[in-house]
Nanobody, 127 residues
Framework: QVHLVESGGDLVQPGRSLRISCAASGTNFANYNVGWFRQVQGKERESVAAITGRALTPYYADSVKGRFTISRDNVKQMVYLQMDNLEPEDTAVYFC????????????????????WGQGTQVTVSS
C-alpha cells in the first residue's frame, strides 16, 4: 500500500514556473510507477507525465512535452513535477497516482492503470 499527498499548487502568471510535489508513505515505494494527472471541473481527467519506479523512465503527454519535467527521489519517497512556461490551459487540479510497477503491458499515461491517488493540488495560471 502507498499513501500520496500532493503539495505546492499555487496561482502563477503565464510564462512562469512552478514545482509541485507528491509525498509517498508506505513500503517499497521504488516498486511503484507514479503518474501526474490533472482535471478541470466538468472535464475528464487528463494525463500529464509518469515515471517508472526503478529505471526512472519518464513519459509525457504531448501537451506538456518540453515544458514539464517529472522526477523522483526514491530515498525521500518524493515525486516532483517541474512546470515551466506555464499557460492558462494548464490550470487544473493536479493529482499524483501510483501503480505497482510489475504489470505486463503497463500504460503509464493511462489513469485507469493507477489504483492509489492523492487528494490533488490546485494550480491556477492567470495574469
Amino acid at each position: 500500500q502507498v499513501h500520496l499527498v500532493e503539495s505546492g499548487g499555487d496561482l502563477v502568471q503565464p510564462g512562469r514556473s512552478l514545482r509541485i510535489s507528491c509525498a509517498a508513505s508506505g513500503t517499497n515505494f521504488a516498486n511503484y510507477n507514479v503518474g501526474w494527472f490533472r482535471q478541470v471541473q466538468g472535464k475528464e481527467r487528463e494525463s500529464v507525465a509518469a515515471i517508472t519506479g526503478r529505471a526512472l523512465t519518464p513519459y509525457y503527454a504531448d501537451s506538456v512535452k518540453g515544458r514539464f519535467t517529472i522526477s523522483r527521489d526514491n530515498v525521500k519517497q518524493m515525486v516532483y513535477l517541474q512546470m515551466d512556461n506555464l499557460e492558462p490551459e494548464d490550470t487544473a487540479v493536479y493529482f499524483c497516482a501510483a501503480a505497482w510497477g510489475y504489470v505486463v503491458d503497463f500504460r503509464p499515461l493511462n489513469p485507469t492503470q493507477y489504483n492509489h491517488w492523492g487528494q490533488g493540488t490546485q494550480v491556477t495560471v492567470s495574469s
